[in-house]
């Protein structure tokens, strides 16, 4: 069964470093979205990608974040520099052209110390 | 910003009863989505209700819409320890999907 896979699954840091996640959709998904998650709360969206092109990025830190999808199909989203407020579970997702559902990665738990 | 609530919080059962979960929103939907989470883990698709729908079925899942109260309920009967995680009411807004903060459920032995 297709999966979105995201790497790493964990990774700890200390402040003021750059960090990096990555996603692969689900082959054939158009559509990209990248939320993170607080411990305790619902995943919030930081950035939804059409093929290579961004349609929502309002609640992306831009001044620290950034995101890209570059030939339409994986996706990286970048920290630098990260914060201790930037701990927390970063959820990749993917949604194909047929309904409304998304499909979710495991997520990159990020811990800034 | 978070546009689903649910209620309650926090729920603990145990096997074999139902486990209802409440969600309210505050502007119109096409849609109300309903995800899983398991501890640590993603998101996992439950079940999908249109704003023209008011029930609907998936194997021990019951999703009711009421747009009058904007407001869903979803109902697991027969529950089971595997049930145990977290769930999400999400609206469908625009583009993209607005989470509440979720129910968490414990279903004990």
């Known amino acids: 069964e297709a999966e979105v896979a995201q790497s790493p699954r964990y990774k700890i840091t200390e402040k003021s470093q750059a960090v990096a996640f990555w996603c692969d959709p689900i082959s054939g998904h158009a559509t990209l979205y990248w939320y993170r998650q607080i411990l305790g709360q619902g995943p919030e969206l930081l950035v939804q990608?059409?093929?290579?092109?961004?349609?929502?990025d309002s609640q992306l830190p831009k001044d620290r974040f950034s995101a890209e999808r570059l030939k339409g199909v994986d996706s990286t989203l970048k920290i630098q520099p990260a914060e201790l407020g930037d701990s927390a579970m970063y959820l990749c997702a993917s949604r194909g052209t047929s309904g409304n559902e998304q499909f979710f990665g495991p997520g990159t738990r990020l811990t800034v110390l | 910003s978070q546009q689903g609530e649910e209620d309650p919080q926090a729920l603990s059962i145990q096997e074999g009863e139902n486990a209802t979960m409440n969600c309210s929103y505050k502007t119109s939907i096409n849609n109300l989505q309903w995800y899983r989470q398991n501890s640590g883990r993603g998101l996992v698709h439950l079940i999908l209700i249109r704003s023209n729908e008011r029930e609907k079925h998936s194997g021990r899942l019951r999703v009711t819409l009421d747009t009058s109260k904007k407001s869903s309920s979803l109902l697991i009967t027969a529950s089971r320890a595997a049930d145990t995680a977290s769930y999400f009411c999400?609206?469908?807004?625009?583009?993209?999907?607005?989470f509440g903060k979720g129910t968490s459920l414990l279903v004990t032995p």
């Open positions: 999400a609206k469908h807004s625009g583009y993209a999907l607005n």
């Open positions: 990608f059409q093929d290579e092109s961004v349609v929502d």
